[in-house]
């Protein structure tokens, strides 16, 4: 028993964060994860495109007429809006990625960023000797990323921005799964320190102490079980203009309730002694939400 429990508090010792290397490149397991991510979710929106959970005439309002000479080809109907959902997840994965790292650079280090303004984007360290990727997200970064580009290719493609979002969302968590165990994979944003025996070391860790795997628990409430409720309620009548407010509602209270579990950024720390960052920009979040689930018939008819 002894020799378990050590294993498993050693374990993050025993992964090797790189995936695999040709030379000076490598591929993290941190970027694959949010390859999996994507493909999680694009798998789950097609299978509801094929199962007929959407109706098209409620997101494309007066331009479902585009599909008429294909009224009678559901095939075809079903592909070409796949085709049109792929190239929306593919925008919005670029709006995920730089609307990530610009949150990171505003929220969490702006200062150390305004400095050396070359490190956004740059995957050497300083000295320009090394590569250690791009690291630092912000998950509120991300978001307003994707809703700004979503909110483009709707307008775009006259499309009913929240008809679509409310059939995107319930699939979404399933995507936060595989990101968090990335987090995991790469050894960061570990957790505050614990006695608990399922509390483990971390080797980026300067002190070495017990800590929270943070990363797991945000991996079970943002990822399963926000995607078990959403997904579990998004054929439900009476949450049917609901599932982008539910969403951000959701989020925004399982992550404040990992937060309490996860160590603060070391340049920020905590607000009012007792708050986190993200439990601040989260608790603006679960505002939106519960806005959102109160007009949500309004605005899809907008």
């Known amino acids: 028993m002894d020799n378990f429990l050590y ?9 090797n964060p790189t995936a695999f290397s040709l030379g000076f490149f490598r591929v993290d397991w941190y970027s694959l ?15 509801r495109i094929k199962r007929e959970e959407i109706k098209l005439e409620e997101i494309f309002n007066s331009q479902f007429s ?14 070409k809006y ?19 790292r610009l949150g990171y650079v505003l929220f969490y280090n702006f200062s150390y960023y305004w400095s050396n303004p070359l490190a956004i984007i740059s995957p050497l360290d300083s000295a320009m000797h090394q590569f250690i990727g791009i690291y630092g997200m912000s998950y509120h970064g991300g978001l307003i ?27 979404i968590p399933a995507g936060y799964f595989f990101g968090r165990l990335g987090n995991f994979l790469n050894g960061e944003l570990y957790g505050r320190v614990t006695e608990k025996f399922w509390g483990m070391y971390f080797p980026s860790d300067a002190l070495g102490i017990l800590r929270h795997p943070s990363q797991i628990y945000e991996a079970i409430l943002e990822g ?10 998004r054929n439900n009548e009476k949450f049917k203009d609901k599932m982008l ?15 309490f579990f996860r160590e603060p950024d070391s ?36």
């Open 145 to 171: 990323g994707v809703i700004l580009v979503a909110w483009i290719f709707a307008r775009k493609n006259k499309i009913n921005f929240f008809a679509l979002a409310d059939f995107v969302v319930p699939a």
């Open 33 to 47: 994860m949010y390859i999996f991510g994507f493909l999680a979710v694009y798998l789950l929106l097609k299978y």
């Open 7 to 15: 294993f498993y508090q050693h374990l993050p010792y025993n992964i």
């Open 82 to 100: 796949e085709d049109l959902l792929l190239d929306l997840l593919s925008y919005s994965f670029l709006g995920l990625i730089i609307g990530a």
């Open 245 to 259: 407010g539910l969403y951000l509602l959701g989020y925004a209270i399982c992550r404040i309730i990992a937060e």
């Open 224 to 233: 399963i079980i926000l995607f078990l409720v959403l997904w579990t309620l």
């Open 267 to 302: 340049q920020i720390g905590y607000i009012f002694s007792f708050l986190t960052l993200g439990q601040i920009l989260s608790g603006i979040m679960l505002f939106f939400g519960a806005l959102l689930i109160f007009f949500g018939s309004k605005l899809k008819k907008c």
């Open 66 to 79: 585009i599909f008429n000479k294909f009224s009678n080809q559901k095939i075809k109907i079903q592909k």
